[in-house]
């Protein structure tokens, strides 16, 4: 080749480093690549360029918006992180409704027998005077109980979600937390969430009298054969209900977050209830979507556990040709009083996991609402905290004092924790 046709002039070729480009463009910088085309720089978290980093997890989940398998693993993961606290507050509901409960059914099986001696004995129960209105009081009085104890149950059961909630969002920052220590950070509150429902039953109590007043009408329009008013009743009584069961869920789901918004950000009940309203504003289908599959699931696991123990209290009852009505009376109390405690402890443990659903579900919509994960991820670095264990090699431990009444989300002038 002729060196001359390609003189060298002290210019480079275009296709050498710092050449002309013959499109006339500048020269191109220097290249990300390195010699054999790899990038100069790694992604730290080892993904390709034009990937999102993944988001950061002190605690139960990632601090993002939540999907469905973070809120259902979440909730088993905030049980197992904070046993203590969480078994010993279902420990503490089932407690209450396994007292009344025991001690209702006791007085009913007491009345019962009563009944059975006094018809063995010859005597008409509906006409002995005292003897019979005792036994008839204390079977009306067992009711009572019974009745008292599944409304304190409700009661405890709100309480629980407050305190679990409290629980939860701790976690979601790495934080654990002990039995008592929920309770003191819950601290007043309990009043609160009492209060809450305490306003719950009275609008339960409200719609029964409505229930009672249709009712009574109907009654009254039979008794006088006003086939015209019997017909109004009957079409208002079936409105009212199907209008009362849609009311009730659309307002079940929109107040579902009151109690962990009254138990983490101390509200009063009525504006928890506003808060409530106001996260669950867009979400409502999610929140009933979500909610009815884990009923469903806790509906299906507790009927595992109880329905054996139904079968087995059938199959061992004494009823053979030589038991005595007494015999089958106390054989059926026995079981009875089994039943009641196992199915009390079930459902309480049943109400603890959807507490901390619930507690999850507030955590996301104000995440999504409120870049509440700023606030989770601050409190992580205020305990020392890193990444869970199962996601990276810093382990999870609570390192910084102080961090003992630390509630993300909480205003600064918190419980005195009494």
């Known amino acids: 080749m002729d060196q001359n046709q390609y003189p060298n002039d002290g210019h480079r070729g275009p296709w050498e480093p710092g050449g002309q480009s013959p499109y006339g463009q500048p020269p191109a910088g220097p290249s990300p690549y390195g010699a054999y085309g790899q990038p100069l720089q790694q992604n730290p978290y080892g993904q390709r360029p034009g990937?999102?980093?993944?988001?950061?997890?002190?605690g139960i989940i990632p601090l993002t918006p939540l999907a469905l398998g973070d809120l259902l693993s979440g909730s088993f993961a905030a049980i197992r992180r904070n046993a203590a606290a969480v078994?010993?507050?279902?420990?503490?509901?089932?407690?209450?409704?396994?007292?009344?409960?025991?001690?209702?059914?006791?007085?009913?099986?007491?009345?019962?027998?009563?009944?059975?001696r006094m018809e063995e004995a010859g005597m008409d129960p509906f006409l002995e005077g005292s003897t019979a209105a005792q036994v008839f009081g204390s079977l009306f009085g067992s009711l009572a109980l019974l009745t008292v104890g599944a409304l304190l149950a409700g009661l405890a059961g709100l309480v629980a979600?407050?305190?679990?909630?409290?629980?939860?969002?701790?976690?979601?920052?790495?934080?654990?937390?002990?039995?008592g220590q929920a309770w003191r950070l819950t601290g007043r509150q309990?009043?609160?969430?009492?209060?809450?429902?305490?306003?719950?039953?009275?609008?339960?109590?409200?719609?029964?009298?409505?229930?009672?007043?249709?009712?009574?009408?109907?009654?009254?329009?039979?008794?006088?054969?006003?086939?015209?008013?019997?017909?109004?009743?009957?079409?208002?009584?079936?409105?009212?209900?199907?209008?009362?069961?849609?009311?009730?869920?659309?307002?079940?789901?929109?107040?579902?977050?009151?109690?962990?918004?009254?138990?983490?950000?101390?509200?009063?009940?009525?504006?928890?209830m506003g808060r409530s309203w106001t996260l669950t504003r867009g979400h409502w289908w999610r929140t009933f979507g979500i909610?009815?599959?884990?009923?469903?699931?806790?509906?299906?696991?507790?009927?595992?556990?109880?329905?054996?123990l139904s079968m087995i209290g059938g199959v061992f009852a004494p009823f053979t040709e030589s038991a005595t009505a007494e015999d089958v009376i106390e054989g059926s109390r026995i079981w009875m009083l089994v039943s009641v405690a196992v199915t009390s402890l079930v459902g309480a443990l049943a109400t603890?996991?959807?507490?901390?659903?619930?507690?999850?579900?507030?955590?996301?919509?104000?995440?999504?609402?409120?870049?509440?994960?700023?606030?989770?991820?601050?409190?992580?670095?205020?305990?020392?905290?890193?990444?869970?264990?199962?996601?990276?090699?810093?382990?999870?431990?609570?390192a910084a004092a102080g961090t003992d009444r630390l509630v993300p989300g909480r205003p600064p002038a918190g419980p005195a924790g009494s």
């Open 87 to 116: 078994v010993g507050t279902a420990l503490i509901v089932s407690l209450i409704e396994i007292l009344v409960s025991v001690l209702g059914t006791t007085v009913m099986f007491d009345a019962l027998t009563g009944i059975l």
């Open 161 to 179: 979600h407050g305190v679990l909630a409290v629980v939860v969002l701790r976690s979601a920052a790495g934080l654990k937390t002990t039995l």
């Open 190 to 272: 309990v009043w609160s969430l009492l209060g809450l429902g305490a306003l719950y039953l009275a609008a339960t109590f409200i719609l029964i009298l409505l229930f009672l007043a249709v009712v009574v009408g109907l009654v009254i329009a039979a008794a006088n054969e006003d086939g015209g008013l019997a017909g109004l009743m009957g079409i208002l009584l079936f409105v009212l209900i199907l209008a009362s069961v849609v009311l009730g869920v659309w307002l079940y789901v929109k107040l579902l977050l009151a109690a962990a918004a009254s138990a983490v950000e101390l509200k009063s009940p009525f504006r928890a």
């Open 352 to 398: 603890v996991y959807t507490a901390c659903l619930v507690a999850l579900l507030y955590t996301d919509y104000r995440i999504r609402q409120e870049s509440f994960d700023l606030d989770l991820a601050a409190a992580a670095d205020a305990a020392g905290l890193s990444d869970d264990a199962r996601f990276s090699t810093v382990q999870d431990v609570q």
């Open 291 to 308: 909610i009815l599959l884990v009923g469903i699931i806790v509906g299906v696991v507790s009927s595992i556990i109880t329905t054996p």
């Open 51 to 58: 990937f999102a980093a993944p988001s950061r997890r002190p």
